[in-house]
């Protein structure tokens, strides 16, 4: 369902409304919080980029998903028979493949949390769980569709390629709460991969170029990216598919994105 690596880094805020209202014992003007459904509806910050570094990457990765760790790019991929877990140089482009799927399962998005690796799939309703080695420790049934999957490393976040995104229980997969992602009063449909960003998420939406950054307590977006340009910087031919993959490196503020049988990868700043 995706594939392309960019780096990217966005710095994005949202806006809150006050207004004034009069005090019962002397006219002192008090702050009032806006409402729920004002905030809701309150416009996203729409941002520009810039690309940084361009790095190589694979034209035979259909990127499912991708995270950042150990001064390595974890990518995992999918097709039938071609869904493999595996780390990137960034440098290089080279890849090792640390464990394959059955060809019956269709590799999805991936997450890291502590020392395990989670790697989702799409309609065959399990998530593998690896070491850092890419040993298998265990398999987790789930109900549904498996699309992204992101950690703020106390807890597991999942998309299904609704609007909804799923806090999920690191042992049964079984979901907390969930939220249903919103720009404008309207729900936002097809959110595939994701990325905890300096206490948000990003998710790609599928089918577009387009990466949203949402308030996980609220599924509000609060920033688009626009990245239809980058797909002028890549090899284009009958395999290219969709904008899809984002990495952060929170360590030097970084963050990559590319997409599915992208040659490229790519590291972009995010401004207004």
Not at 244 to 265: P, S
Request: net charge negative; hydrophobic share 35%; aromatic share 10%.
């Amino acid at each position: 369902m995706k594939n392309i690596y960019i780096i990217l880094l966005l710095i994005c805020s949202a806006a809150a409304a006050c207004g004034g209202a009069s005090g019962r014992n002397g006219g002192q003007a008090a702050s009032e919080q806006p409402s729920a459904s004002a905030t809701q509806t309150a416009a996203p910050v729409y941002y520009r980029h810039r690309v940084v570094a361009e790095y190589p990457h694979s034209k035979t990765s259909y990127t499912q998903g991708l995270f950042f760790s150990d001064g390595l790019l974890w990518e995992g991929t999918g097709q039938w028979g071609e869904s493999h877990l595996q780390t990137l140089d960034p440098a290089t482009g080279s890849r090792k493949v640390l464990a394959s799927l059955p060809r019956s399962e269709f590799g999805e998005g991936i997450a890291i949390m502590g020392d395990t690796i989670y790697q989702l799939t799409w309609t065959s309703g399990k998530a593998h769980l690896y070491d850092r080695s890419g040993r298998l420790h265990r398999s987790v049934d789930y109900r549904g569709e498996g699309w992204g999957i992101t950690s703020d490393g106390e807890r597991l976040f999942m998309s299904d390629g609704s609007a909804m995104i799923y806090e999920i229980d690191p042992v049964t997969f079984k979901p907390r709460r969930g939220v249903a992602v919103m720009s404008q009063g309207g729900p936002v449909e097809n959110i595939n991969e994701l990325e905890w960003i300096e206490g948000r998420i990003w998710a790609n939406v599928y089918l577009t170029s387009t990466i949203v950054i949402i308030d996980p307590a609220t599924g509000r977006v609060e920033g688009i990216v626009d990245l239809s340009d980058l797909s002028d910087r890549i090899e284009i031919d009958s395999t290219t598919d969709v904008l899809n993959g984002i990495a952060y490196d929170a360590e030097r503020g970084r963050i990559f994105v590319t997409g599915k049988n992208w040659n490229k990868l790519f590291e972009i700043d995010i401004f207004e």
